[in-house]
């Protein structure tokens, strides 16, 4: 049964503290990506990697980090600089045919600030 | 700069007529469009995608129309059921960027 999978559902975060969220595929996708969503906005990218070993910063990379050291998990961290953490996070993956790209996403974390 | 606009926050629709969802870009170099379906606390499911070299794709009641010279593109659900309400978000690939740009999305309601 192939898929991604996010977890915790739901992540609660203590001023200070750093929290990292796990995301794991086992479609054998070289890249995935981490994007957050805020209400009434649409999808915007954090990180994304295309390779084991490599990730670049996506748009609101500040606050966040990433590690790719396995082609199925690419756990993000939120650290304690990011001052806006809560928001609908979501982890993608995609395979590439003919050079057309199509992400494919997981289920999702919701974090919030206590 | 949003390169990818879906001007519409949301769309009220009666069950069994056309859903027509639009979408406007502004980056010439947006080789393949996809439309993604979102429910509330879940993941975008793929639905349909269309390359530039087309203008037109199917896929049972979901067509994806293009028109390149006017930098747009559209979602036409025939006919509209109940299921169909959620969110909808347009995505178009950067050529040889491997990443997507999103718009906003556009909330469909279907009404009985």
């Known amino acids: 049964d192939g898929g991604i999978t996010q977890s915790p559902k739901y992540l609660f975060r203590k001023e200070g503290q750093n929290v990292t969220l796990s995301c794991e595929q086992n479609l054998n996708h070289d890249a995935m990506y981490w994007y957050r969503q805020d209400p009434g906005q649409g999808l915007r990218l954090i990180y994304y990697?295309?390779?084991?070993?490599?990730?670049q910063k996506g748009d609101i990379a500040e606050g966040y980090s990433v590690s790719r050291e396995k082609k199925e998990s690419f756990p993000l961290t939120v650290t304690s600089a990011q001052k806006n953490p809560t928001a609908f996070y979501l982890c993608?993956?995609?395979?590439?045919?003919?050079?057309?790209?199509?992400?494919?996403f997981g289920p999702g974390t919701r974090l919030l600030v206590l | 700069d949003q390169q990818v606009k879906q001007n519409s926050p949301s769309l009220s629709v009666q069950e069994g007529r056309i859903s027509i969802l639009n979408c406007d870009y502004t980056n010439s170099m947006f080789d393949y469009f996809l439309w993604y379906k979102k429910y509330p606390a879940e993941g975008p499911t793929f639905l349909i995608s269309?390359?530039?070299?087309?203008d037109k794709n199917e896929d049972g009641r979901f067509t994806v129309f293009l028109n390149k010279s006017a930098k747009h593109l559209s979602l036409h659900i025939v006919p509209s059921q109940p299921g169909d309400s959620a969110v909808y978000f347009c995505a178009a690939n950067l050529q040889g960027a491997q990443k997507l740009v999103f718009g906003q999305g556009t909330r469909l309601t279907i009404n009985p």
């Open positions: 993608a993956s995609s395979i590439s045919s003919g050079g057309q790209e199509t992400q494919y």
């Open positions: 269309i390359s530039s070299i087309k």
């Open positions: 990697s295309q390779i084991v070993n490599d990730f």
